[in-house]
């Protein structure tokens, strides 16, 4: 069974990550972007990541700029603006495109038949829950806020 363990992608500075590394956490995957009208979740992410990480919890950003052009910067624009703008202290990604032949397999996995949620990722913000042994659990659409997601990670807490 495929699950997050089975990838690994670049961070932001362009070091490898094993997404193995999380398992054991609660993961929230999601694309991101710094000029969309969803831009503000970062906030609500990062008040997420504070009040659960030390509990298991941990936000995955991946910014995209496939959706309407919302994330032109470079990999240091990105996360200077993450950074200074909303405290973000999750872990970022490279930039990359989640829908297309140029998505990771990642985003392949996350989209396809076998995440019983196959359709392409349709904005920013696309949230992705994953549980503590890497399986996806649930997919929430980009205006789903994310103190909303709060009791499904706190079920996958067990809290």
Known sequence: MTTLASFAANLADGRPQPLADY????VLVVNTASECGYTRQYQGLQELQAALGARGFTVLAFPCNQFGGQEPGSADDIATFCETRFGVSFPLFAKGDVNGPAASLLWQWL???ESGHPHPVKWNFTKFLID?????VKRYEPAA????????IEALLGG
């Open 23 to 26: 398992l054991g956490q609660v």
């Open 111 to 113: 989209t396809g038949v």
């Open 145 to 152: 806020e994310p103190h909303e997601l709060l009791p499904d």
């Open 132 to 136: 503590r042994k890497g399986r996806l």
